[in-house]
């Protein structure tokens, strides 16, 4: 046990020597509600280097996707006066004409691994992979549906035939339903690894493949129908995109280290983007994020 202690623990000094690291804490924006969010990111991003053509990048991600899309549906519904009552000649009931908005919202944890292959020289500045992207997306999602009346009568039942075929017994003014799913995503992309200037670089990485989640609720046809209105999860294989990128601005420096220790990270303004969405017209969720990312160099001086 102290030897495999000691292999893991030298192999996590060699990781942190070779290794580029990300340790994000990010605040993300909701522009539908102006609300925000956290997000959190753990990457280890290895490029090819030397004559070695072969990479990898992965990590954890916690983010919270919103989307601009909103379905609005109108309908004619009828609601009981008294819930408990049953109806018979005679008996009142109200007659709406309702708006029903219905919104969603998704909170992800992303755990990846790519495997990436060099299209340009080690030593350029801008780099260029082609990646296979293998992705466990840990999800809850709510939905939220808001129903304003825009006109309402009250009517008599004067014959059996005049009752309404669906009638509600009650109806209030907002549904809120969550559900929670894991799905694996399977792709391949490119990644743009390039310099902006000397102290900025920016990520780009945009992913195709198949996965078994199934389009966002807000995106799904209800027919007409708001009370069918549901988050539906059919595993089912469907075509996906995703494009992660982020813009990394270096804001301090750190001095050069010592001999025998640990190569330091620099401390970095990040300003990120991702969207996520299925063919071959559904609305993607999108997450707009501002953070710093750690200097986890210092976490390894706790291992000497």
């Not at 609720?217 to 995703?242: P, Q, R």
Request: charged share 15%; glycine share 4%.
């Amino acid at each position: 046990m102290k030897n495999f202690l000691i292999f893991t623990s030298l192999l996590f000094l060699q990781t942190v020597y070779t290794q580029n690291f990300m340790y994000l804490n990010a605040i993300d924006f909701d522009f539908t509600t102006n609300k925000t969010g956290y997000t959190g990111h753990f990457n280890i991003y290895s490029p090819p280097i030397d004559s070695s053509a072969w990479g990898y990048n992965a990590g954890i991600m916690k983010i919270n996707y919103s989307t601009s899309d909103s379905i609005m549906l109108y309908r004619e519904d009828y609601v009981k006066l008294k819930p408990l009552d049953p109806l018979k000649i005679g008996s009142k009931y109200e007659s709406k004409y309702n708006e029903y908005k219905n919104k969603t919202k998704i909170s992800s944890y992303s755990i990846y691994i790519q495997s990436m292959y060099a299209l340009t020289p080690a030593k350029n500045c801008n780099k260029i992979f082609a990646h296979a992207h293998a992705e466990l997306l840990i999800s809850n999602l709510e939905a939220s549906t808001a129903i304003n009346t825009i006109q309402r009568d009250t009517l008599t039942i004067t014959s059996l035939d005049s009752i309404p075929q669906r009638i509600l017994s009650t109806q209030g003014d907002n549904i809120e339903r969550k559900s929670k799913s894991i799905n694996g995503y399977f792709g391949l992309g490119m990644t743009f690894d390039l310099k902006c200037t000397d102290k900025s670089r920016l990520f780009f990485q945009p992913t195709v493949g198949y996965t078994t989640n199934f389009p966002q609720a807000s995106s799904v046809n209800t027919n007409g129908n708001a009370n069918n209105y549901y988050l539906s999860e059919i595993k089912d294989w469907n075509s996906f995109y995703l494009v992660r990128s982020y813009f990394r601005y270096t804001l301090v420096q750190n001095s050069a280290p010592a001999t025998g220790t640990t190569q330091t990270t620099p401390s970095e303004l990040i300003l990120g983007t991702d969207i996520r969405g299925m063919f071959p017209r559904f609305t993607p969720f999108y997450s707009v994020y501002i953070g710093l990312n750690l200097d986890l160099a210092k976490l390894v001086d706790l291992f000497k």
